[in-house]
């Protein structure tokens, strides 16, 4: 069983910046996934971005492509989600999703285990 603890949201003004975390405790495997995910009130959940655990396999979400960066620490055992150049449209509740099957996928239904969420709020 693996337990997903996001933290790092907050308010932000338009263009800032803002690191999320998520502390994974129990084991992760190298061939895992990691990803992030956000839901803004009356929508679905978004695709964000994915990574593999072991490192050098990544996925973005178009709406984030080049101002958003994920990144993993293993020794932390923490994924990160690096935001910059920070748009309204960002404001949402933000997720990170362990896939303890092999392969990136960015549909939602393909994770396994699901953070609480941290809320990420862009406004000036």
């Known amino acids: 069983q693996v337990q997903l603890v996001e933290s790092g949201g907050g308010l932000v003004q338009p263009g800032g910046s803002l690191r999320l975390s998520c502390a994974a405790s129990?084991?992760?495997?190298?061939?895992?996934?990691m990803a992030w995910f956000r839901q803004a009130p009356g929508t679905e959940r978004d695709f964000v971005a994915a990574?593999?655990?072991?490192?050098?396999?990544?996925v973005y979400a178009d709406s984030v492509k080049g101002r958003f960066t994920i990144s993993r620490d293993h020794v932390k055992n923490t994924l990160y989600l690096h935001m910059n150049t920070l748009k309204p449209e960002d404001t949402a509740t933000y997720y990170c999703?362990?896939?303890?099957?092999?392969?990136?996928?960015?549909?939602?239904?393909?994770?396994?285990?699901w953070g609480q969420g941290t809320q990420v709020t862009v406004s000036s």
């Open positions: 999703a362990l896939r303890s099957r092999g392969g990136l996928r960015v549909g939602a239904i393909e994770y396994d285990f």
């Open positions: 129990g084991r992760i495997s190298s061939n895992n996934a």
């Open positions: 990574i593999r655990w072991s490192g050098g396999e990544v």
